[in-house]
């Protein structure tokens, strides 16, 4: 069965911290995206990876294929990356299976 | 450029009714795909389009269709609307299918229902 599990849930951090959101999946995928979604609703395409690592400004994704495992990271954390995160595997099937989201607070 | 544009943005039906959701993908984009977010079952994938064609479709029921036109625009219905279908309805467009590399994520703003 296609499964995608995040941690954790919920994180609250102090601004300036350094944020880390886990991603594992059940069995082999092709890619892996990485969402971001702000209070009412709007999704934003942060990563889609299959390998290695990627970085956009504090944002940094990296993915073991071996392990299953994915990592968003977050330097430099400030308040307006307050959101949800939402990681999104495309498994044999094509089909996307999404994890349940991991809600980042960051308080000023 | 214009963003994904997803119409109507709020809408309330009753059961039994039927609903459709449009889609309107970034120019140059061929590949439309749907998803429903409910507060408990999280984000679920519904169908993907790609030059019309349907790639893939997820677990739900057969009153849950869709189709793309030729100018790649997309539409979803909905029909014999249950309480369980409220929820927020979002479509993404990109310029590669599946999982390949140009297969970056573009989202719409989304279309609430609500189910009454």
């Known amino acids: 069965k296609n499964e995608v599990e995040q941690s954790p849930q919920n994180l609250t951090a102090q601004e300036g911290e350094f944020i880390t959101i886990n991603c594992s999946y059940s069995?082999?995928?092709?890619?892996l995206h990485w969402l971001q979604q702000h209070p009412g609703g709007g999704i934003v395409s942060l990563f889609m990876?299959?390998?290695g690592k990627k970085k956009h400004g504090r944002l940094i994704a990296t993915i073991n294929i071996q392990e299953k495992h994915s990592s968003l990271h977050i330097t430099a954390s400030h308040p307006r990356d307050s959101a949800v995160y939402i990681c999104a595997g495309h498994f044999g099937n094509e089909k996307l299976t999404f994890g349940t989201g991991t809600r980042l607070t960051i308080i000023p | 450029k214009a963003g994904v544009t997803q119409t109507p943005r709020y809408l309330i039906k009753t059961r039994g009714q039927q609903v459709t959701l449009s889609c309107s993908p970034i120019?140059?984009?061929?590949?439309v795909s749907w998803y429903q977010q409910t507060p408990g079952q999280g984000l679920q994938f519904l169908f993907e389009?790609?030059?019309?064609?349907q790639r893939n479709k997820g677990n739900f029921p057969g009153r849950f269709s869709g189709r793309q036109f030729s100018n790649s625009r997309s539409e979803m219905n909905v029909s014999t609307l249950e309480l369980g279908d409220s929820a927020l309805y979002l479509c993404?467009?990109?310029w590669g299918a599946g999982s390949s590399g140009a297969n970056v994520l573009t989202f719409g703003a989304g279309s609430r229902l609500t189910v009454l």
């Open positions: 389009y790609f030059s019309e064609t």
């Open positions: 990876l299959s390998s």
């Open positions: 069995v082999g995928i092709s890619a």
């Open positions: 993404a467009s990109s």
């Open positions: 120019s140059g984009h061929r590949s």
